[in-house]
């Protein structure tokens, strides 16, 4: 990766923190927790990787992305509105009576989703079943899904995963943004659902585990997911719950739980 892209993505990756703190303060609740920690993964796909429109869309061939841990949707709002498909501005309404940005995405009502998620578990069975429409209809587009840690212990995570080899996705890529943390506390402590890539690895994944906020190393991922042929593949990106905003670092309270107005200020001036 050249240093023009590296400065021009981590700009980007910025700007997204920026919305999920403004959107979660204005909003007086949220998740900006597991949001700061998948931002860098979805600023590359939307800023240096996914072939999409903002003037368009519901173009056919468009790439897909699937925000399985749907709670994290003030991080997948951010990148939209700085990507294009709507006014920066509108993030102040997060969860506002009224606003199209409610507090999990919706395919329906805010350009630019791809699939309506919030119970966990679903957004990865989903994307499988857009991956194989896409294979079926022999068109050219390739799907990310963003998987929680957490999340990984949903039963149904795993039966998508089955699914998925089964069927031979190779034109689906899932992140598994393992941050180590969940709403109760560390993921190793409520149900651990490690090793992930050994279980992934069963399941006849092709799998890769990155630093989640490594641009580069998320680039060299993505390029070897769309090189493996006959196997879907799961990147485990190891990450930082509320990265970028240092009292948020590896504080499980932020997991669900909004800046006041000084913790704003804070976290503004950090980014």
């Not at 498909?85 to 009576?97: G, I, M």
């Not at 395919?107 to 699939?115: F, H, L, S, T, W």
Request: net charge negative; aromatic share 8%.
């Amino acid at each position: 990766m050249n240093n023009e892209k590296l400065a021009m993505l981590t700009e980007k990756a910025k700007l997204v923190r920026r919305g999920i703190i403004e959107s979660t303060h204005s909003a007086g609740c949220g998740h900006p927790g597991g949001s700061l920690s998948v931002a860098d993964i979805l600023t590359y796909l939307y800023f240096a990787e996914m072939k999409i429109d903002p003037k368009n869309p519901g173009m056919k061939d468009r790439d897909r992305f699937i925000l399985s841990k749907g709670h994290a949707a003030p991080a997948l709002y951010s990148v939209l509105a700085n990507r294009g498909y709507f006014p920066v501005e509108d993030l102040k309404t997060l969860r506002k009576n009224g606003s199209y940005l409610q507090g999990h995405p919706d395919m329906k009502g805010i350009p630019g989703v791809d699939m309506t998620t919030g119970s966990l578990g679903l957004g990865i069975s989903a994307a499988c079943g857009i991956a194989l429409a896409g294979k079926l209809s022999d068109t050219p587009y390739r799907v990310y899904c963003a998987v929680g840690d957490g999340e990984s212990e949903e039963g149904q995570v795993w039966e998508a995963a089955m699914f998925a080899a089964h069927y031979k996705l190779d034109n689906l890529t899932v992140f598994l943004d393992f941050n180590g943390l969940q709403i109760d506390g560390k993921v190793t402590d409520v149900i651990d659902p490690t090793p992930l890539d050994k279980k992934f690895l069963a399941f006849n994944w092709n799998v890769i585990t990155i630093d989640g906020h490594d641009f580069a190393a998320i680039e060299s991922a993505v390029e070897a997911a769309k090189s493996t042929k006959g196997k879907p593949t799961a990147i485990i990106a190891h990450t930082v719950k509320g990265k970028g905003v240092s009292f948020m670092e590896n504080q499980v309270a932020w997991h669900g739980k909004a800046p006041n107005d000084e913790q704003y200020a804070v976290a503004m001036s950090e980014l």
